[in-house]
């Protein structure tokens, strides 16, 4: 058999599985998509009238949507793996008009097909919740419409490529995977939403973050970094959440404007190594509501800024803090006053194992760990009283 007619039968078996796969959508009141997928992936084909013909290998030019997602739509699983590991650029050749791939939660192995960055129209690919292994193609590159792009939950290794030529990319979550190496420096300008925890980077966060003018959500928790975080974060015109928690930093950089421009909302560095006084400028975020700094190495007296923030109600001008979460550190000295007038429900405050001069459970934020020994405070710091 001709290798043209090869590829054409191949072709067909492909038709037939798409057709198969659009048959059971129609047939079937009960979508397969996890409840937890719906809004923002359903599964559904959508086939253009106008391309609808009499010829079964026609139909793979069609698809401008494929989703496949958990659990897998076909009974025999296996089926859909094999399908996944033996595409080739002459069987997704035809597929120029597809616009999102969906194939999250279905068992996939072996590396991502180089072929996938051929999808000139692609703006939308899951390939989450799989088994999928090596580095992440150099194709990808190619896909220059692509808007979301999801490879969380899978063995990815390797170094994240530069993606800078994805100028539509405005989300990417690449968490729990093993990319390695550094925050790359040359991250699409488009981002609005960064997410990869749980990875084995390193080194820190590259001043160039700052150049990602549209950016809101920066997720690096759970990794290697160490050294200072940057003050760029700290006045980023538009970050309002950012996780750098299971880290190894051990400095941060006060912005010039002592926090005045922030854009922050959530901010949560806990499980560090960061050292010194509490950062005052924190509390002179004016939208920060959320400030997570348990466990890491900080001394000194809780700031009086932090117990106003906490305390008082917020205006049109500046919020209240609603999760003031410092447990964990090396704090020393009284309770602040503000702190103290304090309801249950009123906010979340937590001050437990620090070295604070008197905590009783009779604060509900003194409770469920006790202070730290005096002993543990002493070999921390001789300027413990």
């Given at each position: 058999m001709s290798k043209a007619s090869i590829s054409t039968l191949y072709l067909h078996q492909l038709s037939l599985v798409f057709?198969?796969?659009?048959?059971?959508?129609?047939?079937?009141?009960?979508?397969?998509?996890?409840?937890?997928?719906?809004?923002?992936?359903?599964a559904?084909?959508?086939?253009?009238?106008?391309?609808?013909?009499?010829?079964?290998?026609?139909?793979?030019?069609?698809?401008?949507l494929l989703t496949l997602m958990e659990?897998?739509?076909?009974?025999?699983?296996g089926y859909l793996r094999q399908f996944f590991l033996r595409l080739t650029s002459d069987s997704f050749s035809n597929l120029t008009r597809l616009r999102r791939?969906?194939?999250?939660?279905?068992?996939?192995?072996?590396?991502?097909?180089?072929?996938?960055?051929?999808?000139?129209?692609?703006?939308?690919?899951?390939?989450?919740?799989?088994?999928?292994?090596?580095?992440?193609?150099?194709s990808f590159n190619n896909l220059t419409r692509l808007k979301r792009l999801e490879i969380q939950r899978n063995y990815i290794s390797g170094e994240l490529p530069?993606?800078?030529?994805?100028?539509?990319?405005?989300?990417?979550?690449?968490?729990?995977?093993n990319i390695s190496g550094g925050v790359p420096s040359t991250?699409?300008?488009?981002?609005v939403e960064l997410s990869m925890r749980n990875n084995k980077i390193r080194g820190n966060i590259p001043d160039s973050i700052d150049k990602i003018r549209f950016l809101q959500v920066l997720d690096l928790s759970h990794n290697m970094l160490y050294g200072a975080i940057s003050s760029v974060v700290f006045k980023h015109p538009s970050l309002e959440q950012l996780t750098l928690s299971y880290n190894n930093f051990s400095l941060l950089q006060a912005p010039g404007d002592k926090g005045s421009s922030s854009s922050l909302i959530a901010l949560d560095l806990s499980y560090n190594k960061l050292r010194g006084l509490l950062p005052a400028f924190m509390a002179s975020m004016p939208k920060l509501t959320a400030l997570s700094l348990e466990h890491n190495e900080f001394t000194g007296m809780i700031p009086a800024q932090y117990a106003v923030k906490a305390a008082a109600p917020g205006n049109d001008n500046t919020s209240s803090f609603e999760r003031l979460l410092l447990g964990g550190n090396y704090l020393f000295g009284p309770i602040p006053g503000p702190l103290m007038g304090l309801k249950p429900g009123s906010a979340d405050v937590s001050l437990v194992d620090n070295c604070l001069y008197r905590?009783?459970?009779?604060?509900f934020f003194c409770r469920g760990r006790d202070q730290k020994s005096l002993v543990d405070c002493k070999s921390f710091g001789p300027t413990i009283p």
């Amino acid at each position: 058999m001709s290798k043209a007619s090869i590829s054409t039968l191949y072709l067909h078996q492909l038709s037939l599985v798409f057709f198969f796969l659009f048959s059971k959508l129609l047939l079937s009141a009960n979508s397969a998509t996890h409840p937890a997928d719906v809004q923002v992936r359903q599964a559904r084909l959508w086939i253009a009238p106008s391309h609808r013909d009499h010829s079964r290998s026609s139909w793979l030019l069609c698809f401008t949507l494929l989703t496949l997602m958990e659990p897998p739509l076909f009974k025999h699983p296996g089926y859909l793996r094999q399908f996944f590991l033996r595409l080739t650029s002459d069987s997704f050749s035809n597929l120029t008009r597809l616009r999102r791939l969906g194939l999250s939660g279905n068992s996939l192995t072996g590396e991502i097909p180089t072929v996938l960055g051929s999808l000139p129209h692609l703006e939308e690919l899951y390939l989450d919740n799989n088994h999928l292994h090596g580095p992440i193609p150099w194709s990808f590159n190619n896909l220059t419409r692509l808007k979301r792009l999801e490879i969380q939950r899978n063995y990815i290794s390797g170094e994240l490529p530069d993606l800078a030529s994805l100028k539509s990319l405005y989300f990417l979550d690449a968490s729990d995977n093993n990319i390695s190496g550094g925050v790359p420096s040359t991250l699409p300008l488009s981002l609005v939403e960064l997410s990869m925890r749980n990875n084995k980077i390193r080194g820190n966060i590259p001043d160039s973050i700052d150049k990602i003018r549209f950016l809101q959500v920066l997720d690096l928790s759970h990794n290697m970094l160490y050294g200072a975080i940057s003050s760029v974060v700290f006045k980023h015109p538009s970050l309002e959440q950012l996780t750098l928690s299971y880290n190894n930093f051990s400095l941060l950089q006060a912005p010039g404007d002592k926090g005045s421009s922030s854009s922050l909302i959530a901010l949560d560095l806990s499980y560090n190594k960061l050292r010194g006084l509490l950062p005052a400028f924190m509390a002179s975020m004016p939208k920060l509501t959320a400030l997570s700094l348990e466990h890491n190495e900080f001394t000194g007296m809780i700031p009086a800024q932090y117990a106003v923030k906490a305390a008082a109600p917020g205006n049109d001008n500046t919020s209240s803090f609603e999760r003031l979460l410092l447990g964990g550190n090396y704090l020393f000295g009284p309770i602040p006053g503000p702190l103290m007038g304090l309801k249950p429900g009123s906010a979340d405050v937590s001050l437990v194992d620090n070295c604070l001069y008197r905590c009783p459970d009779a604060f509900f934020f003194c409770r469920g760990r006790d202070q730290k020994s005096l002993v543990d405070c002493k070999s921390f710091g001789p300027t413990i009283p």
